[in-house]
């Protein structure tokens, strides 16, 4: 049990740094910090213009949406990078357990969406003047947290889709911009065509972002428990397909000889 914790969580972050080792703050704070808050500023002066909706929607549907950045693309590139980096048949020669060495990449990734919803929480607050209760925080930090883990689940079937596509770059791109219109962000999903709420329902953020905006309006936790069950739901099922294609994409690179091969 020892050893299969050190792997879930060591190698997670081993493989978070190597795959983000040339990151540094020059191009971590615009990428990662800058380009989700003037997103989210751009969003809410749009709303203002065509007197939409008030600012605290658009704060909290983009902020719950900026842990996308970290938690899609990092996870993403995390698994899929492998292959790309020409290390994948190293990983794959080793018996460690597959499940602690492929969900325990999502790790660090989810704790880096954590950061960047929470720093675009507090400046698109302090910038639009948006008030949120100090006792309504704890409640959106489980939001953040159940929100930012599900996004993470949903960015591993990307990586594992990464195992045999050409670009796992093209895919994480799409991911996020489909969430972007689909999951309610700055549009409630009542006013989006009934397939677009429907396809929308079905992934990740949606219900955490719902959460997310009736904490915001006084809600307590206990009354969005079902909307976060949901969220939680949405990420297990999509860790299982990620899981599913991992051990499937690895079956079939061991016969084809082709874990590095485009």
């Known amino acids: 049990m020892k050893g299969w914790l050190r792997l879930f969580f060591n190698g997670g972050l081993l493989s978070y740094r190597a795959l983000f080792a040339w990151v540094d703050p020059r191009v971590y704070i615009p990428s990662m910090l800058g380009f989700p808050l003037f997103q989210l500023l751009f969003f809410a002066y749009v709303g203002r213009a065509a007197s939409f909706q008030d600012d605290a929607f658009y704060v909290v549907g983009n902020a719950i949406m900026t842990a996308n950045a970290g938690a899609i693309f990092g996870t993403s590139f995390s698994v899929g990078g492998e292959r790309w980096t020409q290390t994948l048949s190293a990983v794959l020669a080793t018996p460690a357990n597959r499940f602690a060495l ?105 219900h955490g972002i719902e959460a997310g905006r009736e904490i915001a309006n006084g809600a307590t936790l206990s009354d969005v428990s079902g909307l976060l069950v949901t969220e939680a739901l949405i990420g297990c099922v999509y860790a299982g397909v990620a899981y599913g294609l991992f051990r499937l994409f690895e079956a079939e690179g061991r016969r084809r000889a082709s874990f590095e091969t485009y």
Request: glycine share 10%; hydrophobic share 55%; with cysteine.
């Open 102 to 206: 492929f969900v325990g990449r999502a790790v660090p990734n989810i704790a880096n969406g954590i950061l960047v919803s929470t720093f675009c929480f507090v400046l698109g607050c302090l910038l639009l003047d948006v008030s949120i209760g100090w006792d309504q925080v704890p409640a959106l930090a489980v939001v953040v947290v159940v929100s930012t883990a599900s996004c993470a689940c949903f960015g591993l079937v990307i990586g594992s889709i990464g195992l045999r596509a050409r670009d796992t770059v093209l895919y994480a791109n799409l991911a996020y911009l489909a969430m972007l219109v689909f999951c309610g962000v700055n549009v409630p999903l009542d006013d989006l065509p009934g397939w677009m709420a429907t396809i929308g329902r079905a992934l990740p953020l949606t």
